[in-house]
């Protein structure tokens, strides 16, 4: 089981890490790739799997994981308007997206 939660940490910072490079890549033209959507949708999916996993071992704590995924789901849904606007992403939705990607780290290591 530790092996398994270890994976699935690894997979879901590797998804944030691809999401947060997607955009980093796409900054200058704003022209915004599939991939940086998906990563940030296997992110949450696996970060569910996460808490899950938390919930059955021990007592997680609440407040963080419910910071996280309500963070999480912003990335989503921020980074799928941006595929779909393309190049006429406005720019709250354009730099909300690495926002939200830092901020859940964040609330990941200091919280």
Known sequence: MSFLFSLLVVLH?????VALGTWVAAARTRQPSKGMAHATAGAVVIGIVLAALVSIDG???HMKLGIK???G????????LADR??????SPVWFGIPTAIILNVVVAVLV
């Open 73 to 80: 789901i912003v990335a989503v849904v921020l980074a799928y």
């Open 69 to 71: 995924a309500l963070v």
């Open 85 to 90: 606007k393309q190049t006429e992403t406005p």
């Open 13 to 17: 910072l590797i998804c944030w890490a």
């Open 59 to 61: 007592d997680p704590n």
